[in-house]
């Protein structure tokens, strides 16, 4: 009896001890206080949701707040707001509230109603999701105070310049209330609009939330992290918290949308013989289509029929001052969905692949036929894969424009290799070919190592190591305390990118920078400043010969009201093996020049509906004097008009050749959004360089995600037409263009 009991404990020890760790690996949001190292377990809804931005039922008074801290302006301020952020789910959905309690109701900030409008000039809250828990990669889900959605997709753990795209839309849902009290919100996110791993029931994701100020720029998060990596430390996906889902599954849905296009277009074309322009008028009526399918829980597939972009806004106009080509942003929202799944980037502008080859010539539209896109996640291996398909256009032939990117993390949770493929074939049978494989290496702490090798094969050039395009990039990310950055870049003389974007050919380049930064606590001057001294040199493989150097000391510092100060000196010597012309009427010449130029830039407050950036630039440029001055204002004047600018001026002058260079250049719009799903505004720039004036004007109904009406008209003026032979229409291009698209969801 005694050992048939001694059994009995022992086996209910070992039952105890074998679910113990089931209950002790996880957290809840009540036992610790601004992060935890176990993953918190998120709470089910106990009761239904009115999605209407009261946040006053009891389910979700039955779960727990999470806890936060005060992340600025101030780092670990007390805070002057009370805050309770909440995040539950059931079979269907992730939902999220705010309870963002105002001692001033009326100062709550609501300065507009344009969708995706992610501005630091008003109240918001946020929710940030790391759907496979990579630590690389964000969905951020914003929602304003004026109930107004943004979405954003947070990439490469947010470092660079600009590590986010906010082209990337869901299908999501967000409603907002504002009492004497202060403001609430609910978000409701789909589990069909988001993509995630599910392993023995549970599905683990990285989590963040915010809530923003934006009379005084406080900001509430969860979890907790410093600031060490400048702007973008708020959204970094690595400082995320782990969380866990029980018992939800990833489903594939299918998004059809197909749209009709119906339109008119006139432009004047000069003649073969050169000697008047002809007037050519082309009435439009398109139908096309597209279809994103889930293949799997971690899979999507995108097609596209007859893709067209008469709604995308004009690119800005641009004045080139250097002998290198001029890069423009992709605007087009096929494009730049999911693009950061496809990159291999070599710093600066240069890249294996740039999706502005595709389907744009010389400046103009070519016809897409089609193609498809797969992104998602095959085990541990991320996957993007894109083909599209050109229509022939006078004398470019139909081309096919494929890419192919994997990526998986190896060592670390923060460091990742991959391999890509590029190809550009013609229906003449030319082909040009780019094999890569790269990898983002985390030392130690914020210490990283990048390195790729791309290899292009090209019919008019050799194979040999002359086609291979080198890169080793050693540096600190982050701004606090000492950085350093190591750079060594080498393009061969057949290296040929021809879907991707180079600024230089055959040269090797060697970087190598210093820096010192500090983030101000409470009671300091700054937020945060910012110093450091870089050099970068190019020379031609070959011969070894100089083409640039370039050194820059500069320093930059940061307001508590976020208004920001930057001096920099650069100093140039370039060798030129080639002339290039500044304009028809002045040429830069071969030989070596050695300048100094200076530039200070300030960037007003940002807290406020209205906001201003300057730059001013004086100083020698080759062998004349530089001076340039721009300046780019936006005001928020209520949340249905907005109004921006931009005008930059640039002048240099070559006293020995008594020759002079102007150029102006103005942009202006101007936004009305009347409430959530309508909204008009209009692009007008002006640009003496080009002696050319457009106008783009847009009107956009957008009653919910997937639905659209545009309405689109595009003018071209030629100015200074009586200085050219032939005199040009004054009219050079117009169109005018209805757009509507319908999204069927199964």
């Not at 790269?438 to 210490?447: A, N, Q, S, T, V």
């Amino acid at each position: 009896m005694n050992t048939l009991f001694r059994a009995l404990i022992i086996l209910s020890a070992g039952v105890f001890a074998l679910t113990l760790p089931v209950y002790a690996q996880y957290a809840s949001f009540d036992d610790h206080e601004f992060r935890s190292d176990r993953p918190v377990m998120i709470q089910r809804l106990s009761g239904p949701i009115e999605l209407d931005g009261v946040v006053d039922e009891p389910a979700w008074d039955a779960i727990t707040p999470m806890p936060w801290h005060v992340y600025g302006p101030s780092y670990g301020a007390p805070a002057t707001q009370e805050t309770e952020f909440r995040v539950a789910y059931d079979d269907s959905y992730i939902y999220f509230s705010c309870r963002c309690w105002d001692s001033d109701a009326d100062a709550i900030q609501t300065t507009t109603f344009k969708r995706d409008a992610w501005e630091a000039n008003y109240d918001q809250v946020a929710i940030g999701l790391d759907t496979f828990n990579d630590k690389e990669n964000t969905l951020l889900f914003v929602l304003t105070a004026a109930g107004v959605r943004v979405d954003v997709a947070i990439f490469n753990d947010a470092q660079g310049d600009a590590p986010f795209n906010m082209s990337w839309n869901s299908f999501w849902d967000g409603e907002t209330t504002i009492t004497d009290e202060g403001w609430f919100a609910e978000v409701r996110i789909p589990l069909t609009s988001v993509r995630f791993n599910t392993e023995q029931d549970l599905s683990t994701m990285g989590l963040m939330v915010y809530r923003y100020i934006g009379r005084n720029g406080e900001q509430h998060s969860y979890p907790e992290r410093p600031q060490n990596w400048g702007l973008w430390s708020a959204v970094k996906p690595s400082q995320s918290q782990e969380i866990v889902f029980s018992g939800i599954e990833s489903t594939r849905p299918v998004y059809f949308t197909p749209y009709v296009l119906v339109g008119h277009g006139q432009t004047a074309e000069l003649n073969d013989p050169e000697t008047a322009y002809d007037i050519n008028k082309d009435p439009q009526l398109d139908v096309g289509l597209d279809l994103k399918i889930g293949l799997t829980r971690n899979l999507t597939l995108d097609l596209t029929a007859n893709t067209d972009f008469a709604q995308v806004e004009a690119d800005d106009q641009q004045v080139n001052l250097t002998r290198f080509s001029l890069f423009f942003p992709e605007q087009r929202l096929f494009f730049q969905e999911r693009k950061s799944a496809f990159e291999l980037n070599f710093g600066q502008s240069n890249r294996l692949f740039y999706t502005r080859r595709i389907g744009i010539n010389d400046g103009n539209m070519v016809t897409l036929l089609g193609g498809a896109r797969l992104v998602g996640r095959i085990g541990r291996w991320d996957l993007g894969a894109l083909t599209m398909q050109s229509a022939s256009d006078g004398d470019l032939p139909s081309e096919n424009f494929g890419v192919l990117r994997l990526r998986r993390q190896v060592i670390n949770n923060q460091s990742y290799a991959g391999a890509i493929m590029t190809s550009r074939i013609d229906q003449d049978g030319g082909e040009n070919i780019g094999l890569g494989a790269d990898g983002i290496f985390r030392l130690r702490g914020d210490d990283f190592l990048t390195l790729a090798a791309v290899h292009t094969f090209d019919e008019e050039t050799d194979a040999g190591m002359d086609a291979t395009r080198l890169r080793a990039h050693l540096r600190r990310e982050r701004i606090d305390g000492l950085t350093y950055d190591l750079e060594f870049n080498r393009a061969g003389r057949d290296y040929r990118p021809d879907l991707g974007f180079e600024l230089r050919e055959d040269y090797s380049q060697y970087g190598v920078g210093l820096g010192f930064g500090r983030v101000g606590a409470e009671g300091r001057r700054f937020k945060r400043l910012e110093s450091g001294v870089t050099s970068d040199i190019y020379v031609t493989n070959e011969s070894g010969r100089l083409q640039t150097r370039e050194t820059t000391a500069q320093i930059s510092a940061l307001g508590w009201t976020d208004a920001t100060s930057r001096i920099q000196a650069t100093w140039f010597v370039e060798n030129l093996d080639e002339a290039f012309d500044l304009s028809d009427d002045i040429e830069i010449k071969t030989g070596r020049y050695s300048y100094l130029e200076t530039a200070y830039t300030f960037k007003s407050w940002t807290t406020k509906p209205w906001i201003i950036n300057s730059t001013i630039t004086a100083g020698k440029f080759f062998d004349g004097s530089r001076i340039s001055w721009g300046a780019s204002p936006s005001w928020n004047v209520s949340r249905v008009l907005e109004l921006s600018g931009f005008y930059q001026y640039d002048r240099i002058t070559f006293d020995e050749r008594d020759l002079t260079f102007n150029a102006h250049t103005a942009r202006v719009k101007v936004g009305l959004t009347f409430n959530r799903a309508l909204s008009l505004s209009s692009f007008v720039q002006y640009s003496s360089d080009a002696d050319l004036a457009l106008g783009n004007f847009r009107l956009r109904y957008n009653p919910r995600e997937g639905n659209d009406l545009y309405v689109v008209f595009n003018e071209g003026l030629n100015l200074d037409r009586f200085d050219r032979t032939p005199v040009p229409p004054f009219v050079n291009a117009r169109t005018l263009v209805m757009k509507y698209s319908y999204t069927f969801v199964r």
